[in-house]
């Protein structure tokens, strides 16, 4: 953030150069998290594997997520599909990651469980979002924007 603002500061208001570096930068950052990522969950996933999990994962992707989206967008004159493309897409990504990083480092040996909870969420939120996301985004589109009335 802090790098951000300085950057932001020497570069001055020139835009189009640097805004495409910082795009460009922030998807290799992010890249290079998921790729970590991948290469450190399976093995904690393995060593820590039982149904509850994928249970509770599942609910949490699904319950535990999308019904405070719901919530948050009762009144907002949105249809019923818009809403739970929201809820689907929505609120998700690296802050769950960090998250698990930050308990198994404050847990100790307690925290494994947590961090394959969380990584078998995270992991399973990449595959169901990845194939889901061309065909919802496609029915979205297809819908056209909403009409005012």
């Known amino acids: 953030f802090v790098g951000g603002l300085v950057f932001g ?32 969950a ?12 994928l249970g509770y994962a599942v609910l949490s992707l699904t319950v535990v997520r999308m019904l405070p989206v719901v919530l948050a967008l009762l009144g ?3 249809d019923r599909y818009s809403v739970v493309f929201v809820g689907w897409f929505g609120p998700r990504g690296l ?6 990083l930050i308990a198994l480092e404050g847990l ?20 169901a979002h990845g194939f889901s996301a ?13 009409a005012d009335g």
Do not use: C
Request: hydrophobic letters at 55%; charged letters at 10%.
């Open 9 to 40: 500061n020497v570069a001055g208001r020139s835009g189009e150069k640097e805004v495409y570096f910082v795009d460009q930068s922030s998807d290799m950052a992010s890249m290079i998290s998921w790729l970590v990522f991948g290469a450190l």
């Open 42 to 53: 399976i093995p904690v996933i393995q060593a820590s594997w039982n149904w509850t999990m």
């Open 76 to 78: 907002a004159g949105l």
């Open 95 to 100: 802050a769950s990651v960090i998250f698990a």
């Open 108 to 127: 100790h040996g307690a925290g494994e469980d947590v961090v394959a909870v969380i990584s078998l969420t995270v992991l399973l939120s990449v595959m």
């Open 134 to 146: 061309v065909p919802a985004a496609n029915r979205f589109a297809a819908k056209g924007p909403p």
